[in-house]
């Protein structure tokens, strides 16, 4: 489909995969099925058991394990040729200087917070790497909502609302971001993190299809493939 000369960007290009949950999990292997072969994966969590509903790389094999370790594995039984290069680190203004962000040739945001994914943003956009950046999955249960657009014309999604004002204070004229037209729910059973707020409810296939979607926009825009 996309032929040699394209393939050989893909195999050349070295992308990072900022947040490996259950979109970024899903990003990280779509891309390195589809032919990249140098990635880096940053997270700084564990494979804990409420992970095992939505999350490619959780299994009880992998309990405990930190994702980025778990996804590695995953990835080198794909393609043992493959260059992972892993960071268990949590993105911060205080800790973003740990990774050299003009080596990459696109990232993935796949994190949770708002700081952090500002800090990715930021930081890209001082690069000039590309990047898609994913709001929230969290709550939902269409992933035929799920659409890709400049953050400036995004509606309904909460957190697209906060980064999208945030963007502007900033300065940022444009962001390519995964969101959800699909108004959150209110989970029936709710559960509090231990800060005391509310903890997102999810499944196996909203997730998922965001990271599969984003996995799709970062090798079109590699390639420079498109369906007109």
């Known amino acids: 489909m996309f032929g040699e000369e394209r393939m050989e960007k893909l195999y050349s290009s070295h992308i990072a995969v900022f947040g490996i949950g259950g979109v970024g999990g899903y990003v990280a292997e779509a891309l390195v099925r589809s032919g990249i072969s140098h990635i880096d994966l940053i997270d700084n969590d564990t494979v804990n058991l409420s992970n095992l509903?939505?999350?490619?790389?959780a299994?009880?094999?992998?309990?405990?394990?930190y994702k980025?370790?778990?996804?590695?594995?995953?990835i080198l039984s794909i393609n043992p040729n493959a260059q992972v290069n892993t960071y268990n680190l949590f993105i911060t203004p205080e800790t973003s200087n740990q990774i050299d962000f003009s080596k990459y040739d696109y990232i993935a945001d796949c994190i949770d917070t708002v700081s952090g994914k500002l800090e990715l943003i930021t930081k890209a956009k001082q690069e000039s790497v590309k990047i898609i950046s994913c709001m929230g999955t969290g709550n939902k249960i269409n992933p035929c909502e799920l659409e890709v657009d400049d953050i400036y014309n995004t509606s309904v999604c909460p957190l697209a609302r906060v980064i999208r004002s945030e963007c502007r204070k900033r300065g940022i004229d444009s962001l390519k971001v995964l969101y959800s037209k699909e108004k959150p729910l209110k989970p029936i059973t709710e559960q509090r993190s231990s800060s005391g707020k509310p903890v997102p409810a999810s499944n196996s296939f909203v997730p998922s299809c965001a990271g599969i979607i984003i996995a799709s926009e970062i090798i079109k825009d590699i390639t420079g493939i498109q369906n007109k």
């Open 53 to 57: 509903n939505r999350q490619i790389i």
């Open 59 to 65: 299994t009880y094999d992998t309990l405990n394990e």
């Open 68 to 74: 980025t370790d778990a996804a590695k594995k995953r």
